[in-house]
């Protein structure tokens, strides 16, 4: 069955893989499942027929056959659940699995978003110099109990898994704000993650779309 | 098998129901799996042993044999999985309603989190008063998009699922703010999932605990 999910039309992280299509493009890559892109503009976001995929007017979306899916956790979970490589065999380790990925998204997540919105949307406001010590340090809270569990480890629990993917995913977001490099062991997972065959290549799929946007507006 | 979970020896929510391990309560109640509670103080949270079962420090975490379990969604989500009465049976529809479990986590509670984030911990700041209504119009945002997609239908998506029970936990910690009240249908589906027995029995549950707590500081 074709599987087709939306991504911006052009994203606005400027191709730096961190809209969230590009995590479900690297599980669909991991479990090598092919798949077509719609892609939609933020205008047409807003409008009755992405609404009835998307109830909150985002990307991406998951589509195949009759299941349409919206929510980045539910659909890289479908995926993971419907195909191998992404959850481990045994019934307790994959529990274990998509614990980490609830963690990574609702746990490490909220933080990070949060930090996202302080210097995004805020930036401008006359307190926001004053406030972004206090958002950080709530990320490097997470971040501090984060390192400490992984350790010396590869992966948060046994072999690769949707939880890593998730987790390195979220990482990710916080690149540009130095923050992950002060959690060496952390920067490590993140570069373990982007090491992958299967996430190098969902990188690509997605700049190149941004790569092409830009071209147009030319 | 005994599932053993874990709450606030002293919930500072003051028995509302709103610390975790309510969602935790009311899925058990919803499968008729009985359980045994551990509770833990907030020392107790930051220590190593508590530490081992969830890295962040926090409540609540599930244990049945010798599976360990953190993170309320994963939790939860095993909990449906494993005994009738929160997932469809119907694959698709199953999927439509995890789905609904995380867009509660991790698109309608982030802003809620950050709404209580700036009353609970910068309400002493300068910027407090002037910031309030910008964050809490991002809890709108999410609020009204989630009652538009609403609309009258009693649950999310066909009867009461896991997804419902984790939507309904979420718009919970809204009521103090008044803003849950701004849409009627959102408050309508909040009380429905109040008045579910299982619901009750939760709530009854972590309320004693609260109660006890209280007539022991006494």
């Given at each position: 069955?074709?599987?087709?999910?939306?991504?911006?039309?052009?994203?606005?992280?400027?191709?730096?893989?961190?809209?969230?299509?590009?995590?479900?493009?690297?599980?669909?890559?991991?479990?090598?499942?092919?798949?077509?892109?719609?892609?939609?503009?933020?205008?047409?976001?807003?409008?009755?027929?992405?609404?009835?995929?998307?109830?909150?007017?985002?990307?991406?979306?998951?589509?195949?056959?009759?299941?349409?899916?919206?929510?980045?956790?539910?659909?890289?979970?479908?995926?993971a659940?419907?195909?191998?490589?992404l959850?481990?065999?045994?019934?307790?380790?994959?529990?274990?699995?998509?614990?980490?990925m609830?963690?990574?998204?609702?746990?490490?997540?909220?933080?990070?978003?949060?930090?996202?919105?302080?210097?995004?949307?805020?930036?401008?406001?006359?307190?926001?110099?004053?406030?972004?010590?206090?958002?950080?340090?709530?990320?490097?809270?997470?971040?501090?109990?984060?390192?400490?569990?992984?350790?010396?480890?590869?992966?948060?629990?046994?072999?690769?898994s949707v939880?890593?993917l998730?987790?390195?995913?979220?990482?990710?977001?916080?690149?540009?704000?130095?923050?992950?490099?002060?959690?060496?062991?952390?920067?490590?997972?993140?570069?373990?993650?982007?090491?992958?065959?299967?996430?190098?290549?969902?990188?690509?799929?997605?700049?190149?779309?941004?790569?092409?946007?830009?071209?147009?507006?030319?």
């Amino acid at each position: 069955m074709t599987v087709i999910i939306t991504a911006f039309e052009r994203s606005p992280d400027g191709g730096r893989g961190l809209a969230r299509d590009t995590r479900v493009r690297w599980a669909l890559e991991e479990v090598g499942q092919p798949y077509e892109v719609r892609l939609v503009s933020f205008r047409a976001m807003k409008q009755p027929a992405h609404l009835a995929l998307h109830p909150f007017g985002q990307i991406p979306t998951y589509e195949e056959g009759d299941l349409a899916l919206f929510e980045t956790g539910a659909i890289v979970l479908h995926i993971a659940e419907r195909h191998a490589g992404l959850l481990p065999d045994d019934a307790d380790a994959r529990a274990r699995a998509i614990t980490w990925m609830f963690a990574a998204l609702n746990t490490v997540e909220p933080p990070i978003l949060e930090l996202a919105t302080a210097t995004l949307l805020e930036s401008d406001k006359p307190w926001s110099k004053e406030r972004l010590p206090l958002v950080e340090d709530r990320v490097r809270d997470r971040l501090k109990q984060l390192s400490a569990r992984l350790g010396n480890a590869d992966w948060l629990d046994g072999g690769f898994s949707v939880g890593d993917l998730m987790m390195v995913s979220v990482l990710l977001r916080l690149r540009s704000s130095g923050i992950l490099d002060e959690y060496p062991n952390l920067a490590a997972l993140v570069a373990r993650g982007e090491a992958r065959p299967a996430y190098k290549r969902a990188f690509a799929a997605q700049l190149a779309v941004y790569t092409a946007s830009e071209r147009q507006a030319d």
